[in-house]
């Protein structure tokens, strides 16, 4: 049982560049989420998705999309990146039925 | 709208002494109260929760916290710090009516921990 698993761990980016960050669990949960983190701010809710198919924005969800087509899978895809996008992102997962939230360990992202 | 507020950017404490690491909030009905733990380079982990009943909470790691409605706060704390308690700690809560979406968390409180 690995629970949240993110890839990559650490990425650098031009300014105006794509790509995808990788989230999945491996705990039959129904809801998952995408946070950032900034210094000063905690985490702001970027995505989220309550099962598989159905996603929905979060505090923050301008320049990021998402997509859920599996229990296990939820991406998150920045399709032109910006130096503001520069953030530490954590995916998290939950079981609908409860509060708790597994977060994974996180992607350090740095756009240049 | 719902907030949370965690007043100290950083708390230091000795080894062995007690730690308070405090947080308050604001919601419109009731709330559930989170705590979660990060240590470096790691993902957030859960520590306890609030949600209905006894206003003392124990949690892992044997720190608990104490909600007091009067006072609308939920401080964590712990009897005797350890040093592997150093980390950085953030207070969340949910309205019970906002949905799965409506959790926000607090700006994060370093615990320092000296030896």
């Known amino acids: 049982n690995a629970g949240v698993t993110q890839t990559p761990k650490f990425q650098v980016l031009k300014t105006g560049q794509s790509m995808t960050l990788q989230c999945a669990q491996d705990?039959?949960?129904?809801?998952m989420s995408w946070y950032r983190q900034d210094p000063g701010m905690g985490l702001r809710l970027i995505h989220y998705?309550?099962?598989?198919?159905?996603?929905d924005q979060g505090e923050v969800p301008n320049g990021y999309n998402v997509s859920r087509s599996t229990t296990e899978d939820f991406p998150l895809r920045l399709l032109s990146a910006a130096p503001s996008q520069t953030s530490v992102y954590f995916c998290?997962?939950?079981?609908?039925?409860?509060?708790?939230?597994?977060f994974g360990p996180g992607t350090r992202l740095l756009v240049l | 709208a719902q907030s949370v507020a965690q007043p100290e950017d950083q708390v230091n404490v000795a080894e062995g002494n007690p730690l308070t690491v405090k947080c308050t909030y604001s919601?419109?009905?009731?709330?559930?109260l989170f705590w979660y733990v990060q240590y470096p380079n790691r993902g957030l982990q859960f520590l306890l929760k609030?949600?209905?009943?006894?206003?003392l909470v124990k949690g892992s790691y044997g720190f608990e916290a104490e909600f007091n409605k009067s006072q609308t706060s939920f401080h964590l704390k712990k009897p005797s710090a350890l040093v592997s308690d150093s980390a950085l700690y953030f207070c969340?809560?949910?309205?019970?009516?906002?949905?799965?979406?409506?959790?926000?968390f607090g700006t994060g409180t370093k615990l320092q921990v000296i030896p």
């Open positions: 998290a997962s939950r079981v609908r039925r409860e509060e708790t939230q597994y």
């Open positions: 705990m039959n949960h129904e809801y």
């Open positions: 998705s309550v099962g598989a198919g159905i996603t």
């Open positions: 919601v419109s009905g009731n709330p559930y």
């Open positions: 609030y949600i209905t009943g006894d206003n």
């Open positions: 969340a809560v949910r309205d019970w009516a906002g949905g799965y979406q409506k959790v926000t």
